[in-house]
């Protein structure tokens, strides 16, 4: 049988790309699993796209655009649609393929986690470099150190693991609400200080930022640990359940259902109620409506056409496509690089769209394009090396 492997995990690894086994299972069910990654990757462009293409830097995370006019209801909008939801979704797919790995080594050798732990350390150097080099808000980190946690609860038991679910989840609310209480109250402030140096700075001042701001920078990905434990034992449990199968469209549906009915009129609420309403509209909604994202994007896409198989292919080399995709960001967007954020300061949100979609697309080809003539990312062939160099 023909490898699609896209990590160095020998068997399967979905998290990242298709299976190396396969797992004796119909192709649709990988195919969907590729598909909804895909949308995943570019929904997290659709995130840190806001931040790229502000002249202010990496606190633009934080602000707000002003509703009450026609370009920023659009933006609030727009934002609301992929704030958090699709950082959720991946997290939901992290769950999938650690089950599926975890099946995997049992077959094979009945050890784990194993070589699990190498692979989770190779996430977090990566994550690591990202961060430096690249992105503040890099989040492989936070799955490294999430996975190497789960890795332990995986096998357990449903009511096991349904145990840490709820505590995990119930102290990632609780964190949510105190923060969310202290900032209705005026006790405490989302506000970030506008700084030029992403604008006028080289790429090692940023570098040396970075370094400089690393408690600031690097708390989100340590908060939100609880919440990917959660979020990694239920994609698990989905999983295992068929959310992926060809006759799981019932569980599909109750997602569907539960997240979109639910979630997102709650999340449309909290992304128009104020900067106060932040932490929630990111970190807490967003989990539900990726929920229902699961469901639907399995049900209404099919991983063939030109958007289904460019969807797809950015699925089967994701970890490049996550990578490359913010380095494309920063080059148009920084000073070092065309220096766009400051130059077309005036057109948001219009431009940021425009960038996004160009992106995108440019992925979307680019990665279909690779895979017809190699049969791993070229980021996913350097995990491949690295994780068989310590077992030759």
């Given amino acids: 049988m023909q490898s699609h492997c896209n990590l160095p995990y020998p068997a399967e690894d979905p998290t990242w790309g298709t299976t190396l086994t396969q797992l004796h299972a119909p192709p649709s069910r990988l195919t969907a ?11 997290t462009l659709g995130t840190n796209i806001w931040i790229f293409t502000t002249p202010n830097g990496p606190a633009d995370l934080l602000s707000t655009a002003n509703p009450d006019t026609f370009s920023g209801a659009v933006e609030t909008a727009l934002r609301t649609l992929a704030n958090g939801k699709f950082l959720a979704l991946l997290t939901l797919l992290f769950g999938v393929g650690l089950e599926l790995q975890y099946r995997s080594a049992l077959r094979r050798s009945g050890r784990w986690p194993g070589w699990y732990l190498w692979r989770a350390a190779l996430l977090f150097t990566e994550g690591l470099l990202h961060y430096l080099l690249i992105f503040e808000f890099d989040v ?15 096998g357990r038991s ?10 995990m989840g119930a102290l990632h609310v609780a964190f949510i609400g105190l923060v969310t209480a202290a900032l209705l109250s005026g006790t405490a402030s989302m506000s970030g200080q506008p700084t030029d140096l992403y604008t006028r700075g080289s790429w090692p001042q940023q570098i040396a ?73 990111r970190y807490v909604l967003p989990s539900l409506v990726a929920l229902g994202l699961l469901g639907l994007i ?8 030109l958007i289904g198989l460019g969807l797809t292919s950015v699925g089967r080399t994701a970890l490049s496509c996550y990578v ?24 948001r949100p ?23 003539h190699h049969q791993r990312g070229p980021l996913e062939a350097v995990w491949h090396w690295a994780y068989l160099l310590p077992q030759r």
Avoid: H, K
Wanted: charge should be positive; charged fraction near 10%.
């Fill in 33 to 43: 699993i590729d598909l909804v990654r895909g949308v995943a990757i570019l929904g």
């Fill in 209 to 281: 930022a970075r370094l400089a701001d690393w408690p600031t920078y690097r708390l989100e990905a340590i908060f939100i640990i609880p919440m990917s434990v959660a979020l990694f034992l239920v994609g698990a449990r989905l999983q295992r359940a068929g959310v992926f199968a060809a006759d799981g469209q019932r569980l599909r549906n109750r997602l569907m259902i539960a997240g979109l009915g639910l979630g997102v009129p709650l999340n449309l609420l909290t992304a128009f109620a104020g900067p106060g309403w932040f932490m929630v509209d």
């Fill in 140 to 154: 492989l980190m936070s799955y490294a150190v999430t996975s190497m946690l789960v890795a332990y609860l995986i």
């Fill in 158 to 167: 449903d009511r096991a693991t349904g145990w840490w679910i709820g505590v």
């Fill in 298 to 305: 399995p049900s209404v896409l099919r991983g063939t056409g």
């Fill in 324 to 347: 490359f995709q913010n380095l494309v960001a920063c080059v148009l967007c920084y000073g070092w690089g065309l220096g766009l954020a400051a130059e077309l300061d005036w057109a």
């Fill in 350 to 372: 219009w431009w940021t769209i425009a960038a996004w979609a160009g992106i995108c697309a440019t992925f979307m080809t680019l990665s279909t394009w690779w895979l017809r």
